[in-house]
C-alpha cells in the first residue's frame, strides 16, 4: 500500500522555524521527485516546493523562496521541508505529493497521485 505518511507542523510566531517531514512507503517505483504543496481556509491548493531524488535538484514559489527548503535522504524516502522565517501568510495546511511513475513534479495539484494527510502550520503575528 503507497503511503505518504507526514509529520511535524504546530504553531509557532512570526520569524519563527518549523520543519515538516514525509516518509514515502510501498512505492513500486521510485518516484521522480517529490513536491510540497499548502492549503489556507478559502484558498485552492498552492504549490510550494518540488526536489527532483535523483539530481536534488529543488524549486521554490516565490514566495517562500530563501526561506524554506526542501531536502530528502539518499533513498529518496524521505523528504523535509524546513521552514524559517515563518510569516502569518504562510499559515496553512501542508501536504507533500508524489507523482505517477514516470511524471515529473508540475504546479498544479491535478498532476499528482499521491497526498500525505497533511500538517497543519499556524503562524502567529
Known amino acids: 500500500q503507497v503511503q505518504l505518511v507526514q509529520s511535524g507542523g504546530g504553531s509557532v510566531q512570526a520569524g519563527g522555524s518549523l520543519r515538516l517531514s514525509c516518509a514515502a512507503s510501498?512505492?513500486?517505483?521510485?518516484?521522480?521527485?517529490m513536491a510540497w504543496f499548502r492549503q489556507a481556509p478559502g484558498k485552492e491548493r498552492e504549490w510550494v516546493a518540488r526536489?527532483?531524488?535523483?539530481?536534488?535538484?529543488?524549486l521554490y514559489a516565490d514566495s517562500v523562496k530563501g526561506r524554506f527548503t526542501v531536502s530528502q535522504d539518499n533513498a529518496g524516502i524521505t523528504v523535509w521541508l524546513q521552514m524559517n522565517s515563518l510569516k502569518p501568510e504562510d499559515s496553512a495546511v501542508y501536504y507533500c505529493?508524489?507523482?505517477?511513475?514516470?511524471?515529473?513534479?508540475?504546479?498544479?495539484?491535478?498532476?499528482?497521485?499521491?497526498w500525505g494527510q497533511g500538517a497543519q502550520v499556524t503562524v502567529s503575528s
Open positions: 505529493a508524489a507523482p505517477p511513475r514516470d511524471n515529473g513534479c508540475i504546479f498544479s495539484s491535478s498532476g499528482y497521485a499521491y
Open positions: 510501498g512505492f513500486p517505483y521510485r518516484t521522480n521527485c
Open positions: 526536489i527532483y531524488t535523483v539530481t536534488s535538484t529543488t
